[in-house]
């Protein structure tokens, strides 16, 4: 065989590989482009027990994508957020200070997150689905979360994870405590956290 021949067999066999590579990676990226959006909503249920005294009482629910990248704030309380308790007491809800990246917001989506301190028992949120920037998310997991300052710098944070975009759903989030020994403070604020997701019409 000549070198001529051996090489023009080689050629046809690289350009096979790379018509073959192009295909795959074009295909892919129109699946990226018509997956749907999901639809529908996921409601976060949980129970609010009031602290007597000061420095408590102060919670943040939000979503995060299933790598833990922020997504949304559902709701949080007037005094961490418009009245800018997240500057007065560092100690408290430092997850979702970080997460939100409160500093760099505007006062309308401030605003818009924010609420006053509900009464007692038990409560819901909504999320629609959507980001903070309001486009909505594509089917996946989803993390859902609420942080509780007990008192000070004794805090509490309650996970789940929610599967959006196909079949109705429920989950039931575990909490964790920090610093260290702040489950023992005998303070109860939020309790019993569970999601559900209600898939919409097309």
């Known amino acids: 065989m000549s070198i001529h021949s051996l090489f023009g067999k080689r050629l046809a066999v690289t350009t096979a590989y790379a018509f073959l590579f192009l295909f795959v990676v074009s295909e892919g990226i129109a699946f990226a482009q018509t997956q749907a959006p999901a639809n529908g909503k996921v409601t976060v249920n949980y129970t609010y027990t009031k602290i007597r005294g000061f420095a408590s009482n102060q919670f943040a629910i939000w ?3 299933e790598t833990g990248r922020y997504v949304r704030t559902l709701f949080v309380t007037n005094y961490t957020a418009r009245k800018d308790g997240w500057k007065k007491r560092q100690q ?9 990246d409160i500093k760099n917001l505007t006062k309308e989506r401030i605003d818009a997150m924010s609420g006053a301190t509900p009464k007692p028992g038990r409560l819901s949120v909504v ?5 903070s920037s309001g486009r909505t998310v594509a089917p996946g997991v989803y993390i859902y979360k609420i942080e509780g ?4 710098k004794k805090n509490e944070v309650w996970t789940g994870k929610i599967t959006v975009g196909g079949a109705a759903a429920t989950s039931q989030a575990q909490v964790s405590y920090y610093p260290e020994g702040a489950e023992k403070s005998g ?3 939020i309790t019993g956290v569970s999601a559900a997701y209600e898939p919409g019409s097309r």
């Open 127 to 131: 999320w629609d689905m959507k980001d």
């Open 63 to 65: 979503i995060e994508d």
């Open 187 to 189: 303070k109860v604020l």
């Open 92 to 100: 408290s809800l430092v997850n979702w200070v970080k997460a939100s």
């Open 149 to 152: 300052c007990l008192f000070w």
